[in-house]
Every structure is written in structure tokens, then in C-alpha cells.
């Protein structure tokens, strides 16, 4: 979207910073493939921000012409995501249990 840059700058930053807040002071999960989810997820914000302060847009060039057009940063920060979620599910104990019981 041209002309929302700087909105765009703007609550990308601020999100960051919530997230890295929030992270610094909850205890929840532990482990490393929390610490590398969360990893991914800021590489991918950061590299997004890198882009918009760069080049005033995020650039996206992986197209397959049947699914919406994205890049790295954007993977980056979905494989992070669900590996954040795999581990807060771990770390909670809930297990999945067969259907009819």
C-alpha cells in the first residue's frame, strides 16, 4: 500500500518492541526451540523493517503464481509462530487424545 509507509514503519516497530517486552518478562515456556521461534519471528520483523527503511516497501519475490506472493522474512515469521505454539502446547501438557474417548 503506497503512502502508508510510515504507518507501516511505524506499527511494525512498535509491535516489535511489545513483543521483545512482553518476552522479557514472561517465564513462561523454555526450551530451544522456543528461543529459535522466537528467534525467527523477530529475524523476520526485523528484516520486513529493514526493507520498508531501505527501500520504502517490503519486497516480496517468491511467487507460485497459486498462493499469495511472499518472501523469507515473511516464512520466517510463520515457522516461528507455529513453532512458538508447538512449544507453549507442549510446555502446557495438553495432549491429544483419540476420537471417542
Same mark, same amino acid.
Given at each position: 500500500?503506497?503512502?502508508?509507509?510510515?504507518?507501516?514503519?511505524?506499527? %511494525?516497530?512498535?509491535?516489535?518492541?511489545?513483543?521483545? #517486552?512482553?518476552?522479557?518478562?514472561?517465564?513462561? @515456556?523454555?526450551?530451544? #526451540?522456543?528461543?529459535? %521461534?522466537?528467534?525467527?519471528?523477530? #529475524?523476520?520483523?526485523?528484516?520486513?523493517?529493514? =526493507?520498508r527503511i531501505f527501500l520504502g516497501e517490503v519486497v =516480496?519475490?517468491? =511467487?507460485?503464481?497459486?498462493?499469495? @506472493?511472499?518472501?523469507?522474512?515473511?516464512?520466517?515469521?510463520?515457522?516461528?509462530?507455529?513453532? #512458538?505454539?508447538?512449544?507453549?502446547?507442549?510446555?502446557?501438557?495438553?495432549?491429544?487424545?483419540?476420537?471417542? =474417548?
Open positions: 500500500m503506497k503512502g502508508q509507509n510510515l504507518l507501516f514503519f511505524l506499527a %511494525s516497530v512498535a509491535v516489535l518492541f511489545l513483543f521483545l #517486552a512482553v518476552l522479557w518478562r514472561w517465564k513462561g @515456556v523454555q526450551g530451544r #526451540a522456543f528461543r529459535v %521461534s522466537l528467534g525467527l519471528i523477530m #529475524a523476520g520483523a526485523v528484516g520486513n523493517i529493514i =526493507d =516480496d519475490f517468491i =511467487d507460485f503464481r497459486f498462493w499469495p @506472493v511472499f518472501n523469507l522474512a515473511d516464512v520466517a515469521m510463520v515457522v516461528g509462530v507455529a513453532m #512458538a505454539l508447538f512449544s507453549i502446547i507442549k510446555g502446557m501438557g495438553i495432549r491429544a487424545r483419540p476420537i471417542g =474417548d
